[in-house]
C-alpha cells in the first residue's frame, strides 16, 4: 500500500514554486492526489494555524511528507502543525545525561507543549537528540544512525534559546560533535 494512499492535498502558496512541485511529485509518487475533495493541506512551516481552516482538512507543515517518506510510514498529522505558535512541531525529541530531573520535566513539557513530541528512549522516529556530553551510548547511536534519520544531535541550550526567541533558532552553532556553544561553556569555566 503507497504511503499517502488516500491523501487528497492542496499545497499553500506559502510554499516556493520548485519546492511544491517537488512535494508534489513526492506526495503523487507515494499515492496521494491532488483532486478534490481535499484532506490535507500542506503548507510551510509558521505560515497557517488550523482554526484558519474549518471542516475535516488536515493542516500539515511540509515537514509531515518530508518525515513520513524518512520513517516509511505516515506520521500523525497533529504533531505536524504550520501554526507558528507550535515552535516545535515536528520535532520529536529524546535526551541523554541530562541529571537533573527537572530539566528533563522542563524539556519534555516544553517540547509537547509547544507542538512536538517527546521519548525516553532513543527510537528510529527521534529528530532531536539532546546531550551534554559525548560519552554516553545515546550519543554515540544517534551519531552513527543520523545521516540516514536525520536526527540533529544537540545541546539542550537550543531548547532554551528557542524559547527565548519564541521560534527556533538556527541549529548549526548547537550541533553535536562540533558545538559552538559548548565551545563557549566549556571556556567560560
Not at 515536528?90 to 509547544?114: F, K, N, Q
Amino acid at each position: 500500500m503507497a504511503l499517502f494512499n488516500g491523501v487528497r492535498y492542496v499545497l499553500s502558496s506559502s510554499i516556493r514554486a520548485e519546492w511544491r512541485e517537488e512535494l508534489s511529485d513526492l506526495l503523487e509518487l507515494q499515492g496521494a492526489t491532488s483532486a478534490p475533495p481535499h484532506t490535507h493541506l500542506i503548507a510551510l512551516t509558521g505560515s497557517h494555524t488550523q482554526c484558519e481552516h474549518h471542516g475535516y482538512l488536515h493542516v500539515v507543515s511540509e515537514m509531515w511528507v518530508q518525515r513520513s517518506v524518512v520513517l516509511g510510514r505516515r506520521q500523525l498529522e497533529q504533531y505536524y502543525s504550520p501554526d507558528p505558535t507550535m515552535i516545535f512541531s515536528g520535532v520529536v525529541a529524546c535526551a541523554t545525561d541530562v541529571t537533573l530531573p527537572w530539566d528533563l520535566e522542563v524539556l519534555s513539557a516544553g517540547i509537547t507543549s509547544l507542538g512536538g513530541q517527546w521519548r525516553t528512549a532513543l527510537t528510529r522516529d527521534v529528530t532531536h537528540l539532546f546531550a551534554l556530553h559525548a560519552e554516553s551510548d545515546k550519543y554515540q547511536t544517534a551519531m552513527h544512525f543520523a545521516s540516514r534519520t536525520h536526527m540533529a544531535v544537540l545541546t539542550p541550550h537550543w531548547f532554551d534559546d528557542s524559547i527565548q526567541a519564541g521560534c527556533r533558532v538556527p541549529e548549526i552553532p548547537y550541533l553535536w560533535p562540533n558545538s559552538e556553544v559548548m565551545a563557549q561553556v566549556d571556556g567560560s569555566q
